[in-house]
């Protein structure tokens, strides 16, 4: 994982908007209608190498395929693995039980999520290596004669998706994320093996807490937290830690937000993580004020922190300076050399759905850039 003395590098947290054509195919598919698997094919290698040379060209260094692939971040793996049946019901986030009128807007503003949530109702193991392949294919191929200085790949962490599929098949829920993290532990190994970063979406262990897993005490959901990472230490046994980059959040949604868990509760479990780097939300108003946690904590000397420095759920364009400033909160924790300029979260989270226009998207993201050469500058003085 490069970083850099002379500068800050910017990056996102990997997922992009998917052009229309791909996100009508793709929810096709979800939906078991028709749809021509060579057109989906063909569409999605086009978009992937279409949103790497956009990356490149608005000044994004470390880039990702947009996730172009991909339903979704959450539940892409159902499709790869065994054991995944139907749907399940999903539960209101504790946030947003008192407001249902905000929900009647925001719903009619954003539409329904697209994709399924599966059960999992029998055991899980690799069942189709081959969309795992052609990703790796068309993003080495879309990075051919690009001006990036590295490219990662995003990949479900063992806990995200038990949150997201729930358990209908094996006795615990140790026992079923222990079996995802088996499963899923080969594709972290081949996507290093490619020559890429591999990044985990764990938002498992901050939004789980007033989502998928609500109803168990603080206690409960910090065990289970750390069971999580100790399962996902394990799935990486084979991957160095300077390849790895692990993301946190507390869910890429507008709303309250006053259930969620703060950092500094989760921070200890999240440092005994193997990846090296660190992305997270520092943007929005209910977590721009916990730079000062990661500044009172213990942060190992080796660890690279990715502060998310544009809000994803927002159509305002960051003014640079804004973003220069953010950046600098960090450096002046941890050193320049040791932090990388990023997003709270992704900004195509679910294929054809959400409300950020693409447009502003690309604008923010070159506005990141603008804000980071504002704070390279400073850093010469």
């Known amino acids: 994982m ?24 793709l929810l096709k598919k979800e939906k078991g209608e028709d749809f021509s698997i060579q057109e989906l094919e063909d569409q999605t290698r086009i978009a992937v190498s279409e949103i790497v040379r956009k990356q490149s060209e608005i000044g994004v260094d470390i880039v990702s395929d947009g996730e172009m692939s991909k339903i979704a971040y959450s539940t892409y793996a159902k499709d790869r693995l065994t054991g995944f ?10 946030d947003l039980v008192p407001y249902p009128n905000f929900r009647e807007k925001m ?82 190994e081949s996507i290093v093996s490619a020559g890429f970063l591999l990044q985990i979406d764990c938002p498992d ?14 206690k409960q959901f910090l065990e289970r937290a750390r069971f999580h990472i100790d399962v996902l230490n394990e799935a990486l046994r084979n991957v160095p830690e300077d390849s790895v980059r692990m993301h ?4 890429n949604y507008e709303g309250p937000h006053d259930h969620d868990i703060p950092v500094k509760e989760i921070l200890p479990i999240v440092l005994d993580a193997k ?40 159509n305002f364009i960051e003014h640079p300076e804004l973003i220069a400033q953010r ?10 050399e040791r932090v990388i300029a990023g997003s709270d979260c992704g900004f195509g989270t679910f294929a054809g759905y959400g409300k950020m226009d693409p447009d502003i998207v690309f604008a923010k993201l070159e506005a990141l850039s603008q804000g980071a050469a504002i704070a390279t500058d400073r850093l010469k003085y």
């Open 85 to 94: 049946e139907g749907d399940s019901e999903r539960r209101i986030n504790l």
């Open 107 to 188: 719903a009619r503003m954003t539409g329904n999520q697209p994709m399924r949530r599966p059960k999992c109702v029998a055991p899980v193991q690799v069942k189709d290596r081959e969309p795992l392949i052609k990703d790796l294919a068309n993003f080495k191929s879309a990075l051919t004669g690009v001006d990036v200085i590295e490219a990662f790949i995003t990949s479900s962490s063992p806990g995200v998706a038990s949150m997201f599929m729930p358990n209908a098949y094996y006795n615990t829920h140790e026992d079923y994320v222990e079996a995802l993290g088996d499963a899923l532990r080969e594709e972290y």
């Open 205 to 218: 262990l901050a939004m789980a807490f007033h989502t998928a897993f609500q109803g168990i005490t603080k």
């Open 248 to 251: 946190i959040c507390w869910g």
């Open 327 to 336: 950046i600098e909160t960090f450096t002046n924790i941890v050193g320049h």
């Open 2 to 25: 490069q970083t850099s003395s002379e500068r800050i590098f910017t990056t996102h947290v990997g997922s992009l908007p998917r052009p229309d054509a791909l996100a009508e195919l």
């Open 275 to 314: 990846p090296q780097a660190i992305a997270f939300e520092a943007s929005n108003p209910r977590h721009s004020h916990e730079w000062v946690d990661w500044k009172e904590a213990k942060l190992p000397d080796n660890k690279i922190l990715i502060p998310g420095v544009l809000d994803s759920t927002s």
